[in-house]
């Protein structure tokens, strides 16, 4: 029984997951990386497309539309059906800079997503922390926009 549930986790786990691939950066200039990273960018599945992205000489920011938290109350004024309440709204940006001073490196993934084989680029911090910021189903464009990414960051790294 214990070898039929241990095959039975071993290809459910083998269906998701990720895994470093080794990948040969091609340096760019600068301004040719940023036109590609914000196509490619853009160019992503809906899921994990930002809705904004842009570069400049201190960060990259990734914006993802505008979260918000919500709180009221409400209560019954005797027996008359009148209800009377209030309540508070807060509305924040939900996006992401990555600091150029902060960033280690640039590494390309691959990914399996149910049973698909997918690309996966993250930027991991000095702190080691791993940030995903690309997500395709196209070696080529997850190599090149690693390559991209990486140039954009060496850049401004140097420059900073």
């Known amino acids: 029984m214990m070898k039929y549930l241990l095959a039975i986790a071993t290809i459910i786990l083998s269906g998701c997951g990720s895994s470093p691939i080794k990948h040969k950066t091609t340096e760019m200039e600068i301004n040719s990386a940023i036109a590609l990273t914000e196509e490619i960018t853009w160019s992503q599945h809906e899921n994990w497309r930002p809705d904004g992205f842009s570069v400049n000489e201190k960060y990259i920011s990734w914006e993802f539309g505008i979260t918000s938290r919500n709180s009221s109350w409400a209560t019954n004024v005797g027996n008359t059906g009148l209800a009377v309440g209030g309540g508070t709204s807060t509305h924040r940006n939900?996006?992401?800079?990555?600091?150029?001073?902060?960033?280690?490196?640039?590494?390309?993934?691959?990914?399996?997503?149910?049973?698909?084989?997918?690309?996966?680029?993250?930027?991991?911090?000095?702190s080691?922390?791993?940030?995903?910021?690309?997500?395709?189903?196209?070696l080529e464009d997850a190599e090149l926009f690693t390559s991209?990414?990486?140039?954009?960051?060496?850049?401004?790294?140097?420059?900073?």
């Open 128 to 138: 080691g922390t791993q940030k995903f910021i690309l997500r395709t189903r196209s």
């Open 148 to 160: 991209a990414m990486t140039s954009i960051v060496d850049f401004y790294k140097i420059k900073n």
């Open 94 to 126: 939900a996006g992401n800079r990555m600091y150029y001073r902060h960033i280690d490196r640039v590494q390309l993934y691959s990914w399996k997503r149910k049973f698909k084989q997918w690309y996966a680029v993250a930027i991991i911090e000095k």
